[in-house]
């Protein structure tokens, strides 16, 4: 199947300070990007729908200034949390879907897990 | 918007036996519904997934079942082992248009030997 990637895999960040999670498809492309997250014994939450050339969709409840989103080509999308504090700790998890495997499955990034000290 | 419940929470079983998740839906234009199991600290891993035009789906020991008018579906694993104890969760889907994955609140089977 289609492979996502995603970096760093962890990350300790001081409260107040930008984090900047990657998202990359490797082989295929990717013009829609999902962005989840997952606090710990619960679901995943969708954050925002990310787009490539335009802007993100955000889900209701989800600050679009402090979780940026930036989806500059196919195989790449950018999620940063800004000014982190440590509410903001959880696991983070990209999606996409392969158009040419037909664009039914999604596949996952491993996840960032993010803490904020 | 779509919204997916799932239950049981946690389900426990002795080694051997069967194990019933169950899910409903409410967006009735939803017709991609896969289930992924997920071990601690890791992704999401696709375990079996159905479209809307089937209405069961197996592969080895696990099936799922679909009932679009009741806006329903069920995982069943069969003889179970302690290796399938992770966290499930089932989702929903509209395909075309790439559309989100709405996701359950997930159940944590625990498969005793």
């Known amino acids: 199947g289609a492979v996502v990637s995603q970096h760093p895999s962890w990350v300790i960040c001081k409260s107040g300070t930008s984090v900047k999670i990657e998202c990359r498809s490797l082989?295929?492309?990717?013009?829609?990007m999902f962005w989840y997250r997952q606090f710990p014994k619960q679901s995943l939450m969708l954050m925002a729908t990310?787009?490539?050339?335009?802007?993100?969709?955000?889900e209701q409840g989800v600050e679009k200034d402090k979780f940026l989103i930036n989806h500059a080509s196919l195989t790449l999308s950018t999620l940063t949390v800004t000014s982190a504090h440590p509410e903001d700790s959880s696991f983070y998890i990209c999606?996409?879907?392969?158009?040419?495997?037909?664009?039914?499955?999604?596949?996952f990034g491993q996840g960032t897990r993010l803490t904020v000290v | 918007g779509e919204n997916v419940e799932q239950h049981p929470s946690t389900l426990s079983v002795q080694e051997g036996d069967s194990a019933v998740i169950k899910c409903t839906y409410s967006?009735?234009?939803?017709?991609?519904f896969p289930w992924y199991k997920q071990e601690l600290g890791k992704r999401p891993q696709l375990i079996i997934d159905?479209?809307?035009?089937?209405g069961e789906k197996k592969d080895q020991r696990i099936a799922v079942t679909l009932n679009k008018t009741a806006k329903h579906f069920s995982l069943h694993i069969t003889e179970t082992q302690p290796e399938d104890s992770a966290v499930y969760f089932c989702?929903?889907?509209?395909?075309?248009?790439?559309?989100?994955?709405?996701f359950g609140t997930g159940t944590r089977l625990l498969v005793s030997p």
């Open positions: 990310s787009n490539e050339g335009s802007k993100a969709t955000y």
């Open positions: 999606s996409a879907r392969d158009p040419q495997g037909g664009g039914t499955e999604a596949f």
């Open positions: 159905i479209r809307s035009n089937v």
């Open positions: 989702a929903a889907s509209i395909t075309t248009g790439f559309q989100k994955l709405v």
């Open positions: 967006d009735s234009a939803s017709n991609y």
């Open positions: 082989d295929f492309q990717a013009t829609t």
